[in-house]
Structures are given as C-alpha cells and as structure tokens.
Antibody, heavy 122, light 106 residues
C-alpha cells in the first residue's frame, strides 16, 4: 500500500523559511516523479513543484520559482520542499503527491498524502 | 489552459444522477483530463484519468466522458459518500486545475 506522510508545516513569519518533508513507502520511490500540490484555505488546488526520479530534474510553478526548492533523497524514500521568502499568499495545506506513471513526468496524481499546513503570518 | 467547471454547486438527493462539466479554454492534448474527489479534511482522490478511464478501486457509478474542450463527470445513483467537491485537471499541457464543483445533499 502506498503511503505518503508529510511533516514540517507550521507558523512562520513573512519573509521566513520552512522545510517540508514527505516520507514515502509501499512503492519504488526512485522510479516515480514526486510532486507538491497546495491548497489555500477554502480554495482550489495548485501544483507547486515536481522532481523526477533517478537523475533529478526539477519543475516549478511560476508563483514559487526562485523561492522554493524541491529535492529528494532516494536512499531515505523522502521528498522535500525548501520554502524561502515566504508570503501570506503561500499559506496553504501542502500535499505530497505521487505521479501515476513510472519514469515519466505526467502530472497525474494517483496517491496523495494527508497534507501539512503552512501558515505565513506575523 | 484555463479550466472552467460548472455548476459551482450542485444540490441533489441520494439516488439521483449527477452531471458535472469541465470546459477547457483550448483543446486538451491527448484528452489528458482527470477528475478528483475531495471530502472535507481529506486529500483529493483520483477518480478518472484520460477523460474516461476509472482509477483503481473507483466504483463504476463514476464515469467520465468528453474530448477536446468539453468534459463531463457523471455519477449515476448518488451514494451518501459521494457528496464532496470535485475538481477537473488537465495534464496535457503542463497542469491546470478547475475551480471545483461542490456536490451537496438536497
């Protein structure tokens, strides 16, 4: 069974930084593109970033490019999202999501974690 | 690509048929259109991909149809657990989500 467990959310001041983690199990982690998708309170879904498997290539939404960095440690089956220069507009639940097709960036998400809440406020 | 879902809210009773629409501002490449269900406090769940293929474990009362710019999610015989928010998403040209349709109990 695929399991994705996010951690690292919390309250941070505008301009601050935070690092999210997503521990994965139940599948061949290194074979899949992994993604972060966020959802502002009461709003819809927004893809944030993705990273390919064995030779990591990263992809970002325009809204976070240059401020957020996605990375992964395949030896630990863990996905990360380093968030810098945070803004109030970054307040959201951040979900870790697995791409549906092995070895390919498809941006179709067949498994999601339960999310971790990031609140940017002074 | 901008995805516009309609209606914003749909009020129906259990047992009825629900028809949710997703319209794209331009043609969705390879009909790479997905539908997700999200219940309060939960993560989204993949229902339909490729416009009409059901994801693993999804009941056959959920069906997807459409091509090009017009797509539909149909839920035949609503069960109490089906009342939720539904999002469409295109993954043919980067990625876009629709704004969601709330399916509520009448």
């Amino acid at each position: 069974e695929v399991q994705l467990l996010e951690s690292g959310g919390g309250l941070v001041q505008p301009g601050g930084s935070l690092r999210l983690s997503c521990a994965a199990s139940g599948f061949s982690f290194s074979s899949y593109v992994m993604n972060w998708v966020r959802q502002a309170p009461g709003k819809g879904l927004e893809w944030v970033a993705g990273i390919s498997g064995t030779i990591p290539t990263t992809y970002y939404a325009a809204s976070v490019k240059g401020r957020f960095t996605v990375s992964r440690d395949n030896s630990k089956n863990t996905l990360y999202l380093e968030m810098n220069r945070l803004r109030a507009a970054d307040t959201a639940i951040y979900y870790c999501a697995k791409d549906a097709q092995e070895m390919r960036l498809l941006l179709l998400f067949d498994n999601w974690g339960q999310g971790t809440l990031v609140t940017v406020s002074s | 690509i901008v995805l516009t879902q309609s209606p914003g809210t749909l009020s129906l009773s259990p047992g009825q048929r629900a028809t949710l629409s997703c319209r794209a501002s331009q043609s969705v490449s390879s009909n790479y259109l997905a539908w997700y269900q999200q219940k309060p406090g939960q993560a989204p769940r993949l229902l339909i991909y490729g416009a009409s293929s059901r994801a693993t474990g999804i009941p056959d009362r959920f069906s997807g149809s459409g091509s090009g710019t017009d797509f539909t999610l149909t839920i035949s015989g609503l069960e109490p657990e089906d009342f939720a928010v539904y999002y469409c998403q295109q993954y043919g040209s980067l990625i876009t989500f629709g704004q969601g349709t709330r399916l509520e109990i009448k």
